[in-house]
């Protein structure tokens, strides 16, 4: 169960996002403070939309806090969409292919939470899967055979309606499996242009979720503080745990909605799995 | 493709092994002499039983010619039953758990060669492998699918007669997929007691596969080799390719074998894969 | 800053040791309670003396917590002395040649601390290194230039009468360049055949090092604690944080001392710098 | 020993010249032609000049043809200066603080050959470095060790005045040594605007260097030629073993010499060491 950060807007560099802010991701890596766990040592993993169509990704199995590739790339990398993402297994092994974000064609992946049981549950969920699909899985998690199956479900079409499917067939599976309450998710998606974000869980206990208030009325409130400044008016985040120590710079996401972000606007939508 | 050992006999250490001789495993990471690619440098593995009924492993992904606690573990770790395999990816991703030897419970297996067009019949073999045992795949080779299945067609019981069904299953999908021919292979595998060894292909064309002499009339002939002095009469190697340079020290497994070692009896079978 | 334990006893396996008693080494990599960091996932290190009078080494550069390499070695290897080290970087970079314990000959080292602003004093106390050991050293780090110093002023001759002219070194370099407290540190190290642990800082408000206590007694007292009973009655653990929550278990060692372990007898002497 | 390529011209995706050409650095990473080692697989790293003054760093101890990141970079990254090295380790240990290119403030470096028996010369040549620079040195290499000697020296005033006075000062230590031959080198060097790079060995046997004929000629010559296609008239390659299969596309840099590009322009001068 992990921490990750969606960004949209004027392109920055990755350290603006992940180093500069109070309790950055990369602080996050070792002190989380919403987290159920507090450190998130088990991997890192960044998407980047830049000039071709499908976005670049960087992955390491070495703690966020001490990749020095990483530090290099955030200095140097500037994209106005970034996914970037810190990996605290539930159990799987700590490998690249098991880090998110995950990519299909121009499509970003990123999940925090747990399919519950899923060791019971995996086959059933893996058959699910468009064969044609199927053999893109590279890793053994939870979250990319999610993605899957939302992929498979109609995400390029239409991701809210596609995740609900998925979300749907993963309860369904699981109660059939005996497992109470089957999933627990907050998951960013995008396509290069929009992003989608959801918070949901079967028990209604959701990991938290959050998105940036206004921009501009920020920075107008914080006139010194030098993150905000280099953001522009229409910069858009969402992030599983605040970033920084501003009031009134984060708005929780209710339980069971979904955000989609499209340049400076945003729509806050309910969210609700579909049964098979 | 890859490089592989299988040592029994009285204790020794892997450095004897795995170092000591000319063209050893370690130096056929760089200089394979008959293998598909020279250099096989996409992680390593061994494992060896111990105390403990169940095998130790020891996996990673450097190259074997660099990695230090290998070194350290070779004069460290005195075994009676070794497997070592160098790795060389035909596609799937270099991690830990596509690293060879696999385990489940105190069997070992590895594999040198392919299931051609993988990819295509991955989905139907990973189908046919026991739900229970499905569940325990974690890596993404076809090295481990096939491990899988011969355990889902009754390994443990009679290994020579699972392989033939689990090598028939996969003739029998890659032709129903137009695969000429479905598989290349040689394989090791063990309980603790005794090693199976298998050469065999599709084309009746396989990989080098050799088993050593008699120990002890070659050290008659070669009283000044340090390997072989340390060596015990009852040892036994089946390797893919030769170890150092001894004349007369090396038996080619003819095609479609099986060897059969325990102890120092060494039994030769024919290997012919039945049909589903 | 780190975390270490050096055990010394009848041989055990490491599982006994690392994996098996409340608030192992292994959790601390994860929850340190005492340590000035509370994750230590910047490397990991073991030595241990087997049959060969060298001891072996294990190093590794992912988080203690995470690595099966470890945890397969932990349930295989046993040893009678075993050294144990879990980093947490002061800014050194994450790398083998700077995991503990460090080796020379048949000699291990191990350091919690630091030696102050070791940037500014460094190349002083490499030049004070003996060009015979200059030559092996292999990392960065200041706990390994602290070793070549003490190995340079006899550590294998005397190691307190070494060490203390090491410490007395080190003060009367950071106090040329103006570091008012030059050192701090928890140290192990050990011929094979003895262990003797040092707890000493120039401020002298040292990090925590405690012993065990007679493990006779404490077996009798804890008879249902399954790590106590695989420990013989001369077991002799140095810890830098009490491993398990048994009352009366652990003494702390006191402020500028050194603990001698050697079999079931241990000695606490008085430990104070010899300025050059 | 290594290999190495410096670019130089209108921004290309690092993609162009690593993966297409055939024969490229990747490929040499596996198969080198003219390298002493054909395996070039400890550890790869590359550097670049992006918008900021300071280049950017990558760097893998991974074998280059096996490094995802790598590849996603190589797609994504895109610039007008580029040092691009794989390494043979000589000895010193596979980490990614022994991988070049080194940088120190806006500078590059990167070498392949070797300082001869480095171990006995290593403590009179490291004491020779500036004390402000010392406290930058990371690694163990020859090839660090070298690049602070010439920073000490001058490198960012005057290069190949800097590298003569340099390779002079490691033949007077090498011949008190007792060394025949004491450097063998090829060297690249860069501060952002001009290339530098310097073809010497104290036997005049020294490593292969080639730099590229005309891209304008070679583009009409090879119109078909999916690579020059890419490349600005003004583009040039320095490389340790030539790319691609092009008759005229290389000029081998003469023995003793050194090559200065900037822009368009190259310059040939020889190159002498000068004794300390």
Redesign the interface.
């Known amino acids: 169960m992990c921490r990750w950060l969606a960004y949209s807007g004027t392109p920055v560099t990755l350290q603006a996002l992940l180093y500069k802010p109070a309790h950055s991701l990369i602080d996050q890596s ?2 989380s403070q919403l987290g159920v766990e ?2 998130n ?2 991997g890192f993993g960044m998407g ?1 939309y ?3 169509e ?1 976005p ?8 966020a806090w ?1 990749d ?2 990483l530090r ?2 955030a ?4 994209a106005g969409l970034i996914f970037a993402h810190i990996r605290a ?1 539930t159990g799987t ?5 098991n880090c998110h974000p995950f990519r299909h064609g121009k499509w970003l992946w990123m999940h925090n939470g747990a399919i519950a049981q899923f ?2 549950v ?2 059933d969920l893996t ?1 699910a899967i468009d ?1 044609s699909l ?2 893109e ?4 998690t939870d979250s990319e055979v999610f993605f899957f199956l939302a992929l498979t479900l109609g995400l390029e079409h239409d991701p809210p309606a596609a995740i609900e499917r998925a979300v749907g067939l993963i309860e369904h599976v699981g109660h059939s499996h005996g497992v109470e309450h089957p999933i627990q998710m907050t998951v960013a998606t995008s396509n290069g242009e929009k992003v989608w974000a959801f918070r949901y869980s079967s028990a209604h206990a959701s990991r938290s979720l959050f998105h940036s208030a206004d921009v501009s009325t920020l920075r107008d409130q914080y006139p010194d503080n030098p993150v905000l400044q280099e953001l522009s008016g229409d910069a858009r985040l969402v992030v599983s745990e605040p970033l920084g120590d501003l009031q009134g710079a984060w708005r929780e996401v209710p339980e069971s909605c979904c955000v989609i972000v499209h340049g400076a606007e945003e729509e806050l939508r309910p969210f609700a799995p579909t049964a098979p």
Chains 1, 2, 3, 4 share one sequence.
């Open positions: 070792l002190h507090s450190t040592g088990d980047w830049g000039e071709q499908i670049a990704l960087y992955k390491s199995t070495a703690p001490n020095r590739n290099e790339l200095g140097s990398v500037k297994s092994p700590v490998q690249q292919t060791q019971e995996k086959r058959l064969p199927y053999v899985i590279e890793g053994s």
